[in-house]
């Protein structure tokens, strides 16, 4: 009875609102608000600050259900992701995610809430854009690529430190930062680990503005990075006659041809990367570097 009562609380949240006010949404990890002239956008909030956003399997979870009811509903054209406090994403969270299966069986990262995101983010037939509000690691650079349009505040920087943990590239990361920048330029990114700014993302293509003077940290104020995005694709876009049928048609056009391959190479990253998992190789990285000493080691 008390798990159908959970199930029934759980489910119970996970509606998306009706009305333009912040709320929470799904398991408690994003927070959500509709905006635009026809309330077709979602900006949805990375919700974690005090862990600087860092990816738990529960956020994950929230974010392949947030991305599946905006591709069911017809009242929605496009999803802004943008994070809460000064950070975008800290990356994966290695103490609040799935770092190794707890009964000892072999990791099948496909199959567990890292690897549903990151195919339900490939499969999302709709407007995707990210507004990268300060600091991204890991997963929170990898996912830039699959997204429609990227705006960066100054303050965002960009790192992908998988070398250090004896990871692969994820997420496509090994074609799609090439595709975007080159070898040279995505070896830097990918092998020596560099962190990068704002400016020199622009410079790689990675974003298409950086756009200066947003100070808050709120992601739903007026003048936050999100609700600047968010305006210009409603104004540039879906206040054009027929705007939402004609951007989801371009989505489909420009984005969906590639899909079939994205979701080919993730697959085949992933099996590496389980590979390396299965083999202890990340663990004894881990373990090196001394991930787990304290709190604020234990993101990538």
Same mark, same amino acid.
């Given at each position: ?10 489910? !119970? ?7 333009? *006010? ?31 956003? %860092? ?5 994950? *979870? $929230? ?8 591709? !069911? $509903?017809?009242?929605? !054209? ?14 994966? $969270? *290695? ?12 990791? /099948?990262? @496909?199959?567990?809430?890292? +690897? ?17 509000? +300060? ?56 092998? #020596? ?5 704002? /400016?020199? %993302? ?19 104020? /007026? ?14 876009? &879906?206040?054009?006659?027929?705007? $939402? ?7 489909? @056009? ?10 080919? *190479?993730?697959?085949?990253? &992933?099996?590496? #990367? /389980? ?14 570097? +001394? ?10």
């Amino acid at each position: 009875m008390m798990d159908v009562l959970l199930t029934l609380m759980l489910q !119970s949240t996970m509606v998306l609102p009706q009305s333009s *006010l912040p709320t929470s949404y799904g398991r408690g990890n994003i927070r959500v608000c509709r905006c635009g002239s026809k309330a077709s956008i979602l900006i949805v909030a990375l919700g974690r600050p005090k862990v600087k956003n %860092a990816f738990s399997d529960d956020l994950y *979870l $929230d974010l392949v259900d947030v991305m599946t009811d905006v591709a !069911s $509903d017809s009242s929605f !054209s496009a999803i802004v992701l943008t994070g809460m406090g000064s950070y975008f994403s800290s990356g994966a $969270d *290695l103490k609040g995610g799935s770092m190794m299966n707890e009964d000892g069986s072999a990791r /099948d990262t @496909l199959n567990i809430p890292p +690897g549903r995101f990151m195919m339900a983010l490939i499969e999302f037939p709709k407007i995707l854009a990210v507004a990268v509000n +300060g600091p991204a690691v890991g997963i929170g650079v990898t996912l830039l690529m699959h997204c429609d349009l990227c705006f960066c505040t100054e303050k965002a920087t960009l790192w992908a430190p998988f070398t250090r943990l004896a990871l692969v590239p994820e997420l496509c990361s090994s074609a799609t930062f090439i595709e975007s920048m080159g070898l040279s330029k995505a070896n830097e990114l990918l092998l #020596l680990g560099k962190k990068i700014d704002a /400016d020199t %993302a622009l410079q790689w293509n990675i974003c298409s503005q950086v756009v200066r003077g947003t100070n808050t940290t709120e992601p739903f104020d /007026d003048n936050s990075l999100a609700k600047r995005m968010a305006r210009e694709i409603d104004e540039r876009l &879906l206040q054009l006659p027929l705007g $939402d049928r004609t951007g989801e048609i371009f989505v489909r @056009l420009v984005r969906g041809q590639r899909q079939a391959r994205m979701q080919h *190479l993730c697959r085949t990253e &992933l099996v590496k #990367l /389980d590979e390396r998992f299965n083999g202890g190789e990340v663990l004894e990285a881990t373990m090196q570097l +001394g991930m787990f000493k304290n709190d604020r080691q234990s993101r990538l």
